[in-house]
């Protein structure tokens, strides 16, 4: 027994949740696409955690995937203490956003085209070569900002008869 016994010091690799769908007419079979972003995902720095999967003709417009499955990726999220959830196919923002606050704060929604960006990210070594991927992320971020500063809307004064000068208005 030792008499201090080590601490590992590197930092925890993330929990993963993959998301696959299986459509019609893939030409592309799912369990070789969620291999894909399972090493894509290792790339990155996490570790896959479970792997979920639906069959749909297409997609929600509302969360992606059926109300059933969110409820049942919820669930495996809070069981294997997951940190990320990863779809193999793009979300778009309203998805993404009704994702997120379906499954709960800590837990990021993210898909294939973020997970990328994010492995270019890490491995950018050129201060030209960083930049570019920064504006790439960030190009690839700002339709996701909608609503991000609502809470402001609140002390906005509306226009109208004897409201000329309202709170931040010039």
């Known amino acids: 027994m ?15 949740i993959l998301v696959g769908v299986e459509w019609r007419d893939n030409a592309w079979p799912l369990d070789r696409s969620l291999d894909e972003l399972e090493r894509l995902a290792h790339t990155a ?3 896959c955690a479970a792997r979920l999967s639906q069959r749909l003709v297409k997609p929600f417009p ?8 969110v409820e049942e990726l919820c669930g495996l999220v809070h069981r294997m203490d997951a940190d990320v959830v990863i779809f ?3 979300l778009t923002p ?7 606050k379906a499954v709960g704060e800590p837990v990021k ?3 294939r085209t973020a997970l990328i960006l994010d492995i270019f990210g890490l491995h950018a070594q050129t201060r030209e070569g960083r930049l570019q991927v920064q504006l ?4 690839y971020l700002l339709p996701r900002l909608r609503g991000m500063w609502s ?8 226009g109208g008869i004897g409201s000329r000068f309202g709170q931040g208005e010039s």
Request: aromatic share 6%; charged share 25%; net charge negative.
């Open 62 to 69: 509302k969360s992606f995937i059926g109300s059933g499955k």
């Open 94 to 100: 309203s998805q993404q956003s009704y994702l997120e």
């Open 151 to 158: 809470h402001l809307a609140k002390e906005q004064t509306r």
């Open 109 to 111: 929604i993210i898909d």
């Open 88 to 90: 193999d196919d793009d």
């Open 45 to 47: 720095g996490a570790q």
């Open 136 to 139: 790439a992320q960030l190009q």
């Open 2 to 16: 030792a008499r201090f016994p080590l601490v590992p010091t590197s930092p925890e690799p993330e929990r993963a």
